[in-house]
Nanobody
Framework: QVQLVESGGGLVQPGGSLRLSCAAS????????MGWYRQAPGKQRELVAT???????NYADFVKGRFIISRDNVKNTVYLQMNSLKPEDTAVYYC??????????????WGQGTQVTVSS
């Protein structure tokens, strides 16, 4: 069974930094795209950043220059380095893995989410 487990969320002051991690577990052959999405209270889930297996990245305009997405294909792990955090970055952050090919599973998977709160 493929599972995505996020870690690294928490409370940080404006201007601070956090690093999120998401590890995909299970018997996995390949994962195409991995990414991060977020959902603030009362708002729809929105894309933050994605990265292909080859390392090509895509960012939402509101995080360009502040967030960096990276991945380790050997560990099936994706990271999100978040710098210069703003109160409006407060949300639950979800990890996503697309077109996962595993021994017993295939498809798209989501993590359970990790809370990021930016407040003084």
């Amino acid at each position: 069974q493929v599972q995505l487990v996020e870690s690294g969320g928490g409370l940080v002051q404006p201007g601070g930094s956090l690093r999120l991690s998401c590890a995909a577990s299970g018997r996995i052959f390949t994962i195409d795209d991995m990414g991060w999405y977020r959902q603030a209270p009362g708002k729809q889930r929105e894309l933050v950043a994605t990265i292909t297996s080859g390392g090509s990245t895509n960012y939402a305009d509101f995080v360009k220059g502040r967030f960096i997405i990276s991945r380790d294909n050997v560990k099936n792990t994706v990271y999100l380095q978040m710098n210069s955090l703003k109160p409006e970055d407060t949300a639950v952050y979800y990890c996503n893995a697309e077109r996962v090919l595993g021994v017993n599973n295939q498809g798209d998977f989501w993590g359970q989410g990790t809370q990021v709160t930016v407040s003084s």
